[in-house]
């Protein structure tokens, strides 16, 4: 009978959402998920929408421990309606458990048709069961995008710089500053005890504009071994931009020794002392005090190469909403994500970015977010941080360090063949 509510709730929801106000009155919607502070704030709002269109109670709960604690409640049968996951591998891993409760029927036709890269979407939630077979878990919902090239719009300008639309264009730019007498890029591996994460974020994209999709899925997934030529190609294309002395401040030496969080200082000295810095969306929060993004300092997408075939991939990470405790309310929640106003409403208040095609630019908080969106929307292709999929003893260990290793020389096969064995010790 349970099941039966739940789609009768689904068909009044997807109806349009103006048609359900009532619908769920009484019903309590728990909701458990990463975000405290600001970000909790913000997401009480965005379920406050679904509150008032709906009739529910819903309660938010969030901790920064979730990871643990979901595991916990799904053991002990006290689990939420609905949890929000930061990273897809622990959702697979619950659904092959019998944790999660796929969605609704027609659910991945209208990810597929709704979000730009809609195939990337599904497959990004969908996992096996807990008897073993394929169904969509998990819907994502605020994302995250890596793919970015900040620089100085005022040193650009100063020297005459186009903005690169191609890999190559990208890597003749970067000849072209040194032949200028300075130096494209601004590369820091430093981050305490995660040293070398930035080199995989590199390694990763750069997977992404030499390899097909399906063989960095392959990667991820180690049914293509870290040591394979392809993921060697990688990254020494990596290696051609970080172990070049005349591509990077302080040479390459100072790759490796350089905390991530100052290596962007260098395209606001005087004189520059780069041009160029790749890095996720954050890394504005690093900037020198005042700097204004869209004046003093912006960002491209970093681009694909012309000569290969492989489309616009966009690499980022994002939360996916899962049902842990099946309900009416829970179905409809998921459905109520689909309307634009549950983007919109977090798109106001900053810090959100969304693959969905039908949402009001216009909304964004900023011009800044609203560009970077647009590199979402122009995706062929999203995946998430492969690091952040691989095991934590490869993806937030030996990855971490044989970037390290490799930034001070060593050999790319020979950091590949390292890692691989430790993925191998793992089993």
């Given amino acids: 009978m349970k099941k039966l509510l739940c789609a009768s ?6 109806a349009g959402m103006s048609h359900a106000s009532g619908d769920l009155a009484g019903e309590q919607v728990t909701v458990f998920g990463p975000w405290l502070g600001p970000d909790q704030e913000t997401v009480e709002k965005v379920l406050a929408g679904f509150a008032e269109q709906t009739g529910a ?15 916990v409640d799904a053991e002990a049968g006290s689990a939420p309606n609905v949890a929000v996951f930061p990273q897809p591998g622990l959702a697979a891993d619950m659904a092959g458990r019998g944790f999660l409760t796929p969605l ?10 709704n979000y730009a890269a809609g195939q990337s979407w599904v497959d990004l939630g969908t996992y096996a069961n807990a008897d073993g077979n394929d169904e969509l878990f998990g819907f994502f919902y605020k994302v995250d995008v890596k793919s970015l090239v900040w620089y100085s719009p005022e040193n650009f300008e100063d020297a005459g710089y186009e903005i690169p639309t191609t890999m190559e264009e990208l890597k003749a730019l970067t000849d072209q500053i040194v032949a200028d007498g300075e130096t494209p890029w601004c590369i820091g591996l430093g981050s305490g005890g995660a040293t070398g994460w930035p080199a995989t974020d590199w ?23 870290f040591d394979d030529p392809k993921v060697i190609a990688a990254i020494e294309e990596f290696g051609a931009f970080a172990r070049n002395d005349d591509y990077v401040a302080g040479g390459a030496g100072a790759v490796a020794s350089t905390d991530f969080r100052d290596s ?28 204004e993004v869209g004046e003093d300092a912006d960002f491209f997408y970093f681009p694909s190469y012309a000569s290969k075939d492989l489309g616009n991939p966009v690499l980022g990470a994002g939360t996916l909403w899962a049902i842990t405790n099946d309900s009416p309310g829970a179905h409809a929640l998921i459905e109520y994500l689909k309307t634009p106003a549950a983007h919109e409403t977090w798109m106001a208040m900053g810090g ?76």
């Fill in 9 to 14: 709730a689904v068909v009044a929801l997807s």
């Fill in 57 to 71: 109670d819903v309660r938010y709960v969030g901790s920064d421990s979730f990871e643990q604690q979901i595991v």
């Fill in 104 to 113: 609704a029927d027609g659910t991945a036709d209208w990810v597929r048709e």
């Fill in 203 to 225: 390694v990763e994209d750069l997977m992404l504009r030499t390899q097909s999709p399906a063989d960095y899925d392959a990667w991820v997934a180690n049914e293509m071994k």
């Fill in 264 to 291: 962007p200082k260098g395209l606001f000295s005087s004189p520059p002392q780069c041009y160029m810095h790749r890095q996720a969306s954050f890394i504005p929060a690093f900037f020198p005090e005042g700097t």
């Fill in 352 to 427: 959100f970015l969304t693959p969905l095609k039908g949402v009001d630019a216009s909304k964004f908080s900023d011009e800044a977010t609203a560009k970077m969106n647009e590199i979402l929307l122009n995706a062929t292709t999203f995946r998430f941080d492969g690091s952040d999929l691989m095991p934590g003893g490869v993806g937030a260990g030996s990855f971490w360090t044989g970037m390290v290793d490799y930034a001070g020389g060593k050999d790319a096969g020979e950091v590949a063949s390292a890692i691989q064995d430790s993925w191998d010790a793992l089993k």
